[in-house]
C-alpha cells in the first residue's frame, strides 16, 4: 500500500542524558496496519550530520513513538528532525520541527598526563608537578578543578 504519511508532529525530548536523548513524537494520522521507517537527522552543532534509521509499526492517530538515539558525545550540543515513510520506501515524509538540546556532562574518560620533577635530597626535597589539561572530548565537559595528594613515608599531607 503506498502511502505518503504525514510529517511526524509534536516531536519532544524525553529524556537527555551524557549520550543518549530519548525523543518522542505522534503523526496525528491512523497508521495502525502499517510498517514505518523513519529517519533520524542527529547534528552535532559544527559537524555533518548523521543519518539514523528505525523501523517501527505505525499506531493510532493517538499514539506516540519513541526512540533512543544512543552514541552522543557528553556536554554536546546537537540538533534532531524526523521523517518517516511506509514500506516499501516509496516517499519520505516532509521532516519535523527540528529540537535542540545539550547533553550532560560526565566523568572524565582519562586522566590528565603528569610529570613529576623532585629536587634536592633529604628533608629539603622540592616536587614540582605539571600536567596538561583534558581537551572537552576527554574531560566530558568543565573541568572545575583538580586534586592533588601528597603521601611521604610516614604521613599523608
Known amino acids: ?9 509534536n516531536l519532544i525530548l524525553e529524556s537527555v542524558q551524557s549520550t543518549n536523548v530519548s525523543l518522542m513524537w505522534s503523526f496525528n494520522a491512523n497508521y495502525l496496519s502499517l510498517e514505518l521507517l523513519c529517519q533520524i537527522e542527529v547534528k552535532e552543532i559544527a559537524t555533518d ?10 499506531g493510532p492517530s493517538d499514539s506516540s513513538h519513541s526512540v533512543i538515539v544512543d552514541g552522543l558525545k557528553p556536554d554536546s550540543s546537537y540538533t534532531f528532525r524526523i521523517r518517516c515513510a511506509t514500506f516499501p520506501i516509496w516517499k519520505w515524509s516532509e521532516w519535523s520541527e527540528q529540537r535542540a538540546c545539550r547533553t ?3 566523568l572524565p574518560s582519562v586522566g590528565p598526563d603528569i610529570w613529576l620533577q623532585i629536587s634536592g635530597n633529604g628533608l629539603n626535597r622540592t ?5 596538561r589539561f583534558l581537551s572537552h572530548d576527554e574531560g566530558n565537559g568543565k573541568i572545575l578543578s583538580y586534586e592533588i595528594l601528597a603521601v611521604s613515608e610516614n604521613k599523608v599531607q
Open 127 to 131: 616536587a614540582i608537578i605539571i600536567w
Open 1 to 9: 500500500q503506498r502511502v505518503y504519511p504525514n510529517p511526524p508532529s
Open 104 to 106: 550532560l556532562e560526565a
Open 49 to 58: 550530520c548523521e543519518m539514523r534509521n528505525y523501523s517501527m509499526m505505525g
